[in-house]
Every structure is written in structure tokens, then in C-alpha cells.
């Protein structure tokens, strides 16, 4: 089965600009969560969709960031206004259970705001 | 708020010895996860433990879980050039209504000839 795939791989971008990162998880995982990791830290929770809801979004950091999962399938996570601090790689994860024996993770997605 | 503790950060070990690394929890879960990280990839997974004592291995890599002192084990035994990556642990964990990993901040392991 095709993995989790996130694209792009890479975007640089300037402050100030808009980035929108997307993934595509395994067909039929109706979970999908986001996460990020910045230079140095650890690597932490965004939010959780179930299908199309939104589950948890309580490591969402602030307003300049907004996630969609249209129908249930492929997702979104727009970043408006990009700020320098937003910078890092940021991971899809999907599971076919809410609470499975493993999340599968894309290769992630390296965003440089300049 | 869970704190996960892993180290050592870096790990540099020559292939054929032993080595360990630790990954501390604060807070009372049954699930934790073991991923690798080889540059630019996604986090593999390697290994998922369910509950206390329990033991997996997978060549030279065999890990473990005890969930009354909240410590988890990654053992290496022999190690070779093929396992140099980043090691993560993640404890699962129910934040505010739903279930989500957290991660410790990874051991880089170079394993020199």
C-alpha cells in the first residue's frame, strides 16, 4: 500500500508569505494528525482530524495556522502570515484506529521562513 | 503536562559494542513507540510496547518497557553501520479528548567502523 505523502519536501518562503503544506495519508486511515518539529526541539502535536473534524486541536500554536481534511481525505495546513519561528519540519501521521498499534509518518515537510 | 526524557542526545559507538538508550516518562501510560529516523525519511516504526515488561526484539535492537519506574529501553547489541539514525521514543497519551504522541528529542546514533 502507498505510504503517507507530504508535499512539498521543501519550501522556503519569506516572511510574511503564505505556505500551504499537504498531506495525502493511507487510503482508508480515517485518522490523520499533524506534528511539527523545530530546530532543536522535540518533535510535538499539532492536531488530530477524524475524517473531517477536527478531534483535538490544542497544540494548534496560534491563528496564522489553519487545517482543513476535505472529505475526509487529503489535508491541509496553511500557514498566514508566515513568521520566522514557524520554521521546522512539519510530519503528517495517519491510523486506521483512534488509538492503533502504530502511526504510519510521512517523510515530512522542511519549511525555512526566511 | 507529559515530559519525555530521552538520552543520551548523541550516541557515537563503534560497530561490534553494546550500547542503550533511555527514555523517561512523566506520567503514567501503557503504550510507547519506538521510531527511527534515517535523514530526509519518515519516522519509522520499530517497535510498539503494550504494557509492562514487555520485550521486543528485532535483530539487533530489542526494547523495553516498565511502566511502574516509566522507563523504556532501547538496547543495541553489536552494533553496525546500517543502524546510524536518529532514535525517537513517544509515549501516547490522551491530551485534551484524543490520543496523540509524545516524543522525547531523539538520540543520534553514528555508529563508526
Known amino acids: 500500500e502507498a505510504g503517507v505523502t507530504q508535499f512539498p519536501s521543501h519550501s522556503v518562503i519569506e516572511k510574511g508569505q503564505t505556505v500551504t503544506l499537504r498531506c495525502d495519508p493511507i487510503s482508508g486511515h480515517d485518522n490523520l494528525y499533524w506534528y511539527r518539529r523545530v530546530m532543536g526541539k522535540e518533535i510535538k502535536f499539532l492536531l488530530h482530524?477524524?475524517?473531517?473534524?477536527?478531534?483535538?486541536e490544542s497544540g494548534m500554536p496560534n491563528n496564522r495556522f489553519l487545517a482543513e481534511r476535505t472529505g475526509g481525505t487529503y489535508s491541509t495546513l496553511k500557514v498566514q502570515p508566515a513568521e520566522l519561528e514557524d520554521s521546522g519540519v512539519y510530519f503528517c501521521?495517519?491510523?486506521?484506529?483512534?488509538?492503533?498499534?502504530?502511526?504510519?509518518f510521512g517523510s515530512g515537510t522542511r519549511l525555512t521562513v526566511v | 503536562e507529559l515530559k519525555v526524557e530521552q538520552n543520551p542526545l548523541f550516541l557515537s559507538m563503534q560497530e561490534g559494542k553494546n550500547y542503550t538508550i533511555y527514555c523517561n516518562y512523566s506520567?503514567?501510560?501503557?503504550?510507547l513507540y519506538w521510531y527511527r529516523q534515517d535523514p530526509g525519511k519518515s519516522l519509522e516504526s520499530l517497535f510498539v510496547l503494550l504494557s509492562n515488561g514487555a520485550v521486543k526484539q528485532e535483530g539487533r535492537l530489542m526494547a523495553s518497557l516498565d511502566t511502574k519506574a516509566r522507563l523504556s529501553t532501547l538496547h543495541i547489541t553489536a552494533a553496525v553501520h546500517d543502524l546510524s539514525a536518529t532514535y525517537f521514543c513517544a509515549v501516547d497519551y490522551s491530551g485534551a479528548g484524543s490520543y496523540q504522541l509524545t516524543f522525547g528529542k531523539g538520540t543520534k546514533l553514528s555508529v563508526i567502523p
Open positions: 482530524f477524524v475524517k473531517e473534524s477536527k478531534q483535538d
Open positions: 501521521a495517519s491510523s486506521q484506529l483512534r488509538r492503533g498499534y502504530g502511526y504510519t
Open positions: 506520567t503514567t501510560s501503557d503504550r
